[in-house]
C-alpha cells in the first residue's frame, strides 16, 4: 500500500539523477567541440545547475489539496422535488480551472464540465450546453482533489439531478452554471444496458422517476435561499450561529463571489 | 472432508466481514499530531464533543494523531482550505453550499502524503443542533466524520460505520464503529510503520 508515495519519491530521485548523470557527459561533448573555451563549458553547467535547482524548487513547491466533507442525505424524491434542472445529456468536454474568490477573499479552484443536453425530464437549461461546476482542479502549482465530486468522463451519457444555487454568501458568483445535487447522489451514468445506474452504489435509477409528479412541478428558483435562511433562522435558535453571525450571514445572502478569468 | 472444508469457508465469511473503511483518494496522513484550533464562537458544548471526536480517532489509531488546541481563533470569516494555507489548523463555522454538512481540506505535502494543515468547517448554510433533534444535523456526528478525513480515511463502503458518506437529520452516530477503528488502526500501526 505504500508503494505509490515510494514511486513518487524514486521517480522525483531517478529524475535528478539521470539529469545528473546525463549532465556532464552533455557538458563534455561541448568541452570537446569547444576545447578552447572553458569558460563557456562552466556556464553551461552553472545554467543547467539553476535549471535543476528552480526544478526541484518548484516540484517541492507544489501544492496539493484535498478535500472530502461528510454530504448531507438526499432521497431520490428530495432530488426529484429540489433540483432546478433534472437532465440526460453527454459530456462534451472540460473547461480550463478557474478560481473563485469568495466573499471573504479566499480562493478556491473550479473546474466546469460542459453537459450537452439531449433530454430535459424537470427545468429549462440555460442554453443546449450547459457549464456543470465542480469543484477542483489544476492551476500552476496548486491541485485541488475533491474526493466527494462525481467524476464526469467525456463522451459518457448522464442523467444529472442538477441545481442553481441563486444566492451568494461563500463561492457562489452570479453567471450561468449548475451544481450537481447531492453529488454522487444525483449522478447516474448510462450503462450498456441502457439503463441508468447511480455512479457510485451502482443502485439502477428507479423507474418512478420519470413518471414523477415532481417533473411537472414549475421550478422553485427561490427554494435554497429560503432554505439557507431556514437554516441560519435555526441555527440561531439551537446556539450553533449567535446572533452576529446570523445578521452575517443573512445580509451575505446577496453578496457573490468573484471568478476569476484565467488568461 | 468436505464438509469440514465448507464449514469452515462458511465460519471465515462470517466472522471475517469485509472491511468497509478506505483510504482517502490522495493518500495522506499525520506524522506530527494535528491541533486544530476551534473559532472562538463554539460553544462549551460543541468543544466538549469536539475533544471526545479526537480523542476516540486517538485511541482507534493507537497514537496521538489529532487534537483540539486550548487556543481559539477569533476570526470567522479566515480564508478556508485550499488555495488559502495559513499555518493555522482551523475549525470554523463557515457557509458552504448546500450538499455538505461538513467539509475538510487538508495540504499534504505532495510526496511523502503528510498532513502539513488541514481546517474542518460546520457549514453553517444546514441545520445543526448539539444533538440529533428532529429536522438538525448533530455537530458531534459531523465533526467526528470530519476528523477522521483528517487523519487520511475516506468514505466506507457500508452505511454502518461513522466514515459513512451520507447523514442525514436527526442522527447521532457519535461512536466510532469497528470498522473505522480498523482504519485508523491500519493506517497509523499497520501501513504507516511498512
Known amino acids: 500500500m505504500k508503494f505509490p508515495r515510494k514511486i513518487k519519491k524514486y521517480i522525483v530521485t531517478f529524475c535528478l539523477l539521470l539529469v545528473a548523470v546525463i549532465t556532464p557527459f552533455g557538458s563534455l561533448t561541448t568541452g570537446v567541440k569547444a576545447q578552447a573555451d572553458l569558460a563557456e563549458r562552466d556556464a553551461l553547467l552553472k545554467t543547467q545547475e539553476t535549471v535543476l535547482t528552480n526544478l526541484y524548487t518548484r516540484i517541492r513547491g507544489l501544492q496539493l489539496s484535498i478535500v472530502s466533507g461528510c454530504l448531507a442525505h438526499f432521497s431520490i424524491e428530495d432530488l426529484l422535488a429540489d433540483s432546478s434542472l433534472i437532465a440526460i445529456g453527454k459530456v462534451t468536454g472540460k473547461s480550463k480551472s478557474y478560481y473563485i474568490e469568495s466573499i471573504y477573499g ?11 443536453i439531449t433530454n430535459t425530464l424537470k427545468g429549462e437549461p440555460y442554453a443546449e450546453t450547459v457549464a456543470v461546476r465542480q469543484e477542483g482542479g489544476s492551476i500552476d502549482i496548486n491541485t485541488v482533489i475533491v474526493n466527494t465530486e462525481p467524476k464526469l468522463k467525456e463522451g459518457q451519457e448522464y442523467l444529472l439531478f442538477l441545481y442553481s444555487p441563486k444566492h451568494g ?10 451544481c450537481i445535487y447531492g453529488l454522487p447522489q444525483g449522478t447516474f451514468v448510462k450503462a450498456e444496458d441502457g439503463e441508468f445506474y447511480n455512479i457510485e452504489t451502482n443502485a439502477p435509477l428507479p423507474a418512478a422517476v420519470f413518471i414523477s409528479p415532481h417533473l411537472d412541478e414549475e421550478v422553485d428558483e427561490d427554494y435554497f435561499r429560503r432554505e439557507a435562511e431556514e437554516a441560519y433562522r435555526n441555527n440561531l435558535a439551537t446556539g450553533f450561529i449567535t446572533e452576529e453571525e446570523y445578521e452575517q450571514y443573512m445580509g451575505n445572502l446577496d453578496v457573490y463571489a468573484t471568478k476569476i478569468p484565467r488568461e | 472432508m468436505f464438509a469440514l472444508f465448507c464449514m469452515l469457508f462458511l465460519f471465515s465469511s462470517v466472522s471475517m466481514p469485509a472491511k468497509a473503511y478506505t ?92 498532513v502539513k494543515e488541514a481546517d474542518i468547517n460546520l457549514n453553517a448554510n444546514k441545520k445543526f443542533a448539539n444533538s440529533g433533534q428532529k429536522g438538525c444535523y448533530d455537530t458531534y456526528s459531523v465533526f467526528l466524520h470530519e476528523a477522521g478525513h483528517v487523519i487520511g480515511l475516506g468514505h466506507a463502503t457500508s452505511t454502518v460505520p461513522v466514515m459513512y458518506a451520507n447523514l442525514g437529520t436527526g442522527v447521532e452516530k457519535r461512536t466510532l464503529q469497528t470498522d473505522d477503528k480498523s482504519g485508523a488502526h491500519y493506517i497509523y500501526q499497520v501501513w504507516d510503520k511498512q
Do not use: C
Open chain 1, 169 to 178: 454568501g461563500g463561492f457562489e458568483t452570479q453567471d450561468d452554471y449548475y
Open chain 2, 23 to 114: 483510504q482517502d483518494g490522495q493518500k495522506h496522513w499525520v506524522k506530527d499530531t494535528i491541533y486544530l484550533r476551534p473559532y472562538s464562537g463554539f460553544t462549551d458544548l460543541t468543544l466538549q464533543h469536539m475533544k471526545s471526536s479526537v480523542s476516540q480517532w486517538d485511541q482507534a489509531a493507537g497514537q496521538l494523531v489529532i487534537g483540539i488546541s486550548n487556543l481559539s481563533h477569533s476570526d470567522n470569516n479566515a480564508s478556508f482550505g485550499s488555495g488559502s494555507w495559513d499555518g493555522v489548523n482551523r475549525i470554523m463555522k463557515k457557509k458552504s453550499d448546500e450538499l455538505y454538512t461538513g467539509r475538510t481540506h487538508v495540504n499534504a505535502d505532495f510526496f511523502t502524503g503528510y
Open chain 1, 106 to 116: 479566499g480562493r478556491n479552484i473550479y473546474t466546469d464540465t460542459y453537459f450537452t
